[in-house]
């Protein structure tokens, strides 16, 4: 089948980008756009939950999925910091859940858009584009023409080009437009998102979580760390101080109808030291709070050591993990922290993650090191062979008491099974 295929504009938006290819083949709605890239692709016997809409945009687009999705998506600064699986290139092969549910999923309620910036498109490349710094969270003004942003509501709003939906926008609040223009902590912020948003790989949590911690401490600011009784000064309180309360709650909703010396996970999580899995949003508030240059803070998440070792399985490069281990430690791993959890319904790649993981002190190479040991390949391969019959589980293991119980019937019963 004949296909038009515009070319992807400069830092254009992927759903941006899906709209314009439907508006050049005269198609419907996303749903039967997506569906003709997957006839035109050739994906035989594949259908739309087999590939990700931002794989098949990739493959119009001519591009490679790592450099499209690095491009032309927000995932890189969704996914900027990040635990699990950091250092791996975005559009990674084990990134499938990522790309599925996050490469194309906003970042913000509305989409915004420039006046100035679609006047300009239009004269340059005959029509205009979604453009990803507008869709920022907390950006209010256009950096080239220093000027307001005005936003459209979602979710139809990028199936058509920006020039279409000048009719029907909606101007932001005049004091949050204000504050983001003279406020010197929003615009470190907004500039260390720009720069996380052309990082191609994701930096480890707990590695950005000890530089925040390392900070902190340099700066003599002793804030409370922990969730007991609060006895110093909170992050989330000086987030407050620092920024304008309407533009922070468009940021990070809820923070300002926390009482003030109240612990808040989603910032004060910050410095545990750990993968919490917190926003990246959260980080890049805390970062410009903790520096007074963006440069600064931006190069002190990027030089954040990758992959850092600390609180990984300690396992020796001769001994591998009996099939009964692996998958009785993750069964507990899970149920400890979705409790109630069914097996049946968990992710198959979310095993994988583990698995990998465990796997990653083995062989990097994927050469038997000694006689007689198992490759990294072959580890690998032999592990993820075993994953589907977790998805068949019995409903019943969702009990925490048998579950915390290996002898239990049902987990004797789940992990029989070994590797030869």
């Known amino acids: 089948m004949s296909l038009i295929r515009p070319e992807p504009l400069p830092d254009e938006l992927a759903n941006g980008y899906a709209g314009r290819i439907r508006q050049h083949n005269g198609w419907i709605d996303e749903k039967c756009t997506m569906r003709e890239l997957l006839r035109w692709s050739g994906r035989h016997g594949q259908t739309l939950r087999d590939v990700p809409p931002v794989e098949l ?35 990674g092969a084990r990134q499938t859940t990522a790309l599925w549910s996050l490469a194309m999923r906003p970042m913000r309620p509305h989409a915004y858009l420039c006046p ?118 909170l992050l989330s309180d000086r987030l407050r101080l620092n920024f304008d309360g309407a533009w922070l709650e468009s940021v990070i909703p809820g923070l300002m109808n926390v009482p003030r010396g109240k612990f808040w996970s989603p910032v004060d999580r910050v410095l545990l030291n750990n993968r919490s899995g917190m926003s990246v949003i959260a980080y890049a508030l805390v970062f410009a709070v903790l520096y007074d240059c963006a440069d600064d803070a931006a190069n002190a998440i990027i030089s954040a050591e990758l992959l850092s070792t600390k ?96 002898g239990h019937p049902l987990v004797k019963d789940l992990v029989r099974e070994r590797l030869d």
């Open 116 to 233: 100035r910036c679609i006047a300009e498109d239009v004269g340059f490349h005959g029509e205009s584009y979604w453009r990803r710094e507008h869709q920022i969270p907390g950006r209010y003004r256009c950096v080239r023409h220093e000027c307001a942003l005005s936003y459209v509501s979602l979710p139809k709003a990028y199936l058509a080009g920006p020039a279409a939906c000048l009719g029907a926008v909606h101007q932001a609040p005049q004091g949050v437009h204000e504050q983001s223009q003279s406020s010197n902590a929003i615009e470190r912020y907004l500039d260390i998102c720009s720069c996380l948003l052309h990082v191609d790989t994701p930096r480890d949590e707990l590695a950005v979580s000890r530089v925040a911690k390392a900070r902190v401490k340099a700066l003599n600011l002793g804030f409370h760390v922990g969730k007991g009784a609060v006895t110093k000064a």
């Open 57 to 91: 945009l990739a493959k119009a687009a001519g591009m490679n999925l790592h450099s499209f999705v690095h491009e032309h998506s927000m995932l890189p600064l969704r996914r900027a910091i990040t635990s699990n699986s950091p250092g791996e290139l975005l559009g």
């Open 311 to 406: 609180g990984r399985p300690n396992l020796k490069m001769g001994r591998l993990p009996s099939y009964e281990q692996l998958r009785v430690g993750y069964i507990l791993a899970q149920i400890n922290r979705n409790r109630w959890r069914k097996l049946d319904r968990m992710e198959t790649d979310r095993l994988e993650r583990v698995v990998q993981t465990l796997l990653l002190d083995y062989n990097p190479l994927g050469e038997a090191s000694r006689k007689n040991k198992m490759s990294y390949a072959e580890v690998r391969g032999a592990l993820l062979a075993a994953i589907n019959p977790i998805r068949n589980a019995p409903t019943e293991i969702n009990s925490i008491r048998a579950v915390r119980n290996p």
